[in-house]
T-cell receptor
Framework: GQNIDQPTEMTATEGAIVQINCTYQ??????LFWYQQHAGEAPTFLSY????GLEEKGRFSSFLSRSKGYSYLLLKELQMKDSASYLC????????????????FGTGTQLKVEL | DAGVTQSPTHLIKTRGQHVTLRCSPI?????VSWYQQVLGQGPQFIFQ???????GRGNFPDRFSARQFPNYSSELNVNALLLGDSALYLC???????????????FGQGTRLTVV
């Protein structure tokens, strides 16, 4: 089956660092994505990992351990505009026919950045 | 370049009615996927189309159907609407769509469907 877990809510202070964890169980793993979604808006792409290790992209970094089914998103130098929902999504082929793939999302972590 | 565009942005329908939602992918993208996002939850996969063929279907009833046109735009149809179909419907396009394709999915702004 498929299962993706991430914390529901987190609160952090402007300028600080926050780590959002994600654990997953899935078949046919083909990459892990992190998306940011502000209220009422579309998810926007932040990062992609398919191999173990750390991917850094400006203030955002993402880590993947396939053997542990674990990823985290690290946000540095937090800004007020970083207040949003952060979605962990696994791309897989579980349950699909036809050669396609799909993203299976967690419920999202609502991050609140305070002064 | 225009991003993924969806229409309409908002829609109110009555139980039992039918609805058609439309999506235009990013130019050059051949894969379109549809997702349903209920408030407070992550998006749930409904369909993927690649090169005009259905490549995957999520755990949704047969009231949900879709198709992809020669210009790669797509429609999502929902028949016999239920109150529980109220959600944000997201369309995502990507350059490739088959297993092993290594491109991100770009999401449209979504269609907010309210069933009353």
């Amino acid at each position: 089956g498929q299962n993706i877990d991430q914390p529901t809510e987190m609160t952090a202070t402007e300028g600080a660092i926050v780590q959002i964890n994600c654990t997953y169980q899935t078949s046919g793993f083909n990459g892990l994505f992190w998306y940011q979604q502000h209220a009422g808006e579309a998810p926007t792409f932040l990062s992609y990992n398919v191999l173990d290790g750390l991917e850094e992209k400006g203030r955002f970094s993402s880590f993947l351990s396939r053997s542990k089914g674990y990823s985290y998103l690290l946000l540095k130098e937090l800004q007020m505009k970083d207040s949003a929902s952060y979605l962990c999504a696994v791309r897989d082929v579980y349950g699909l026919t036809g050669g396609g793939n799909k993203l299976t999302f967690g419920t999202g972590t609502q991050l609140k950045v305070e002064l | 370049d225009a991003g993924v565009t969806q229409s309409p942005t908002h829609l109110i329908k009555t139980r039992g009615q039918h609805v058609t939602l439309r999506c235009s992918p990013i130019s050059g993208h051949k894969s379109v996927s549809w997702y349903q996002q209920v408030l407070g939850q992550g998006p749930q996969f409904i369909f993927q189309y690649y090169e005009k063929e259905e490549r995957g279907r999520g755990n949704f009833p047969d009231r949900f159907s879709a198709r992809q046109f020669p210009n790669y735009s797509s429609e999502l149809n929902v028949n016999a609407l239920l109150l529980g179909d109220s959600a944000l419907y997201l369309c995502a396009s990507s350059l490739l769509g088959l297993t092993g394709g290594n491109t991100e999915a770009f999401f449209g702004q979504g269609t907010r469907l309210t069933v009353v």
